[in-house]
Each structure stands twice: as C-alpha cells, then as structure tokens.
T-cell receptor
C-alpha cells in the first residue's frame, strides 16, 4: 500500500549530483515526505523529510513541487559510498483502537549506483 | 552508527524452534519498531512499542510477539519457526510516539540475520 512511485534504478557518476525523483500524487495536505536509504543489507538510514518547502541538511536537499505531487532528492556530490537503495515514503495512517498511528511503508525504492 | 544496537547479529536455527531477538534503542528514544526484510517482501513493519506499551501492529504473525521492558529495550520472540521466516530483522527507534504528522525519523539498528534450516 505504498503511496509513492520511484524508478527502479539510476546511475550517477562520482562527483556529480544525483537527482532521485519520486511521485506521490495522492499525498494529503498534512502528510510529510520522508527519504531513507539502505546500503546493502545494513539498516535503513534516515536522510531528510519535508512538507512543502524545500529542505536541506548535511546529507541532501529535498525539492517538493508546489502541488506536492512529486519531489526530488538531491545528493549534490555523489560518492561511491552513496550507492544504495533510496526510499521515498509518505507515512501511512494505521488506525488502532486507541486512535490514529502512523507507520513507514517502504516500497521497492530506487537503486542508485554511483560509478567511478 | 545510529545508536541502536541489536543482538545477535546472526542466528541459525531449525524449523519449529523459538528464538529471541534483542534491541536497545537510542538513548532518550521511547519508541521501538520491529521490521522484517525478506527478499520477496521487502521491508515490512511488524509492531511498535512506546514506553512499554504496544502502539501499532503491522503484518506480524501470531507466532511472533514482542515486548518492551522498563529500561526500554525490546525483544522480538519468534516461535514455531518456518523456512519462510528466514529474513533480516531490524529494530528502529524514535522519540516520536507515532501519532503526529511529524516525527517520522526512525533510527535503525544493524539488524539480525535469521536463517531457519
């Protein structure tokens, strides 16, 4: 029940910017977009999240379109260690008897391969 | 290093057996989440605990159970193991209780690789 669509794979040259797209056309007005990555068999790593404004941290930048139906994660200077599966996630509401609770739903993500 | 620890790193056991996986969250985090990652199913949310109480359930089988102790560490118990239970099991922690629009940052441990033979 993932609500996002990502390309299955992308390549990027080392030192260049990696731009990873994500479509989330059914996102509701108060849902955040989260990005995680998973380097082979390691635990997923939180990267960044945003609502409607562009966000930047030490790892990446997140650009969200004005209509919020898509976003792009930007790794400004990709290195070989950035090779990983990148997940774009919109938190999914999970209704429990005590009220609403959210869970992260990981789809298949994008395998980014950074080449030397 | 996320600050989340999991033990053991690897576990090999036979069908029908029972195992316990352990997780210690980051200092200060009250929520613990368990996920299962198998080759064909991807990363699946199993269950969440917040400050000792169950908060949310995902695709957790009845043969599996979890608990969170007063010191906030958590254990995932898997019983009557089947070959299909072979997977990576990740624990994650967060400050968030999980019921607000923000707070989706979770910090994952290195995982436990379970092999059922």
């Amino acid at each position: 029940d993932a609500k996002t669509t990502q390309p299955p794979s992308m390549d990027c040259a080392e030192g260049r910017a990696a731009n990873l797209p994500c479509n989330h056309s059914t996102i509701s007005g108060n849902e955040y977009v989260y990005w995680y990555r998973q380097i082979h068999s390691q635990g997923p790593q939180y990267i960044i999240h945003g609502l409607k404004n562009n966000e930047t941290n030490e790892m990446a930048s997140l650009i969200i379109t004005e209509d919020r139906k898509s976003s792009t994660l930007i790794l400004p200077h990709a290195t070989l260690r950035d090779t990983a599966v990148y997940y774009c996630i919109v938190r999914v509401t999970l209704i429990n008897s005590g009220g609403s609770n959210y869970k992260l739903t990981f789809g298949k993500g994008t395998l980014l391969t950074v080449n030397p | 290093d996320s600050g989340v620890t999991q033990t053991p790193k690897h576990l090999i056991t036979a069908t029908g057996q029972r195992v316990t996986l352990r997780c210690s969250p980051r200092s200060g985090d009250l929520s613990v989440y368990w996920y299962q990652q198998s080759l064909d199913q991807g990363l699946q949310f199993l269950i969440q605990y917040y400050n000792g109480e169950e908060r949310a359930k995902g695709n957790i089988l009845e043969r599996f159970s979890a608990q969170q102790f007063p010191d906030l560490h958590s254990e995932l118990n898997l019983s009557s193991l089947e070959l299909g239970d072979s997977a990576l099991y990740f624990c994650a922690s967060s400050v968030d209780r999980g019921d607000s629009f923000v707070g989706g940052e979770q910090y994952f441990g290195p995982g436990t690789r379970l092999t059922v033979t």
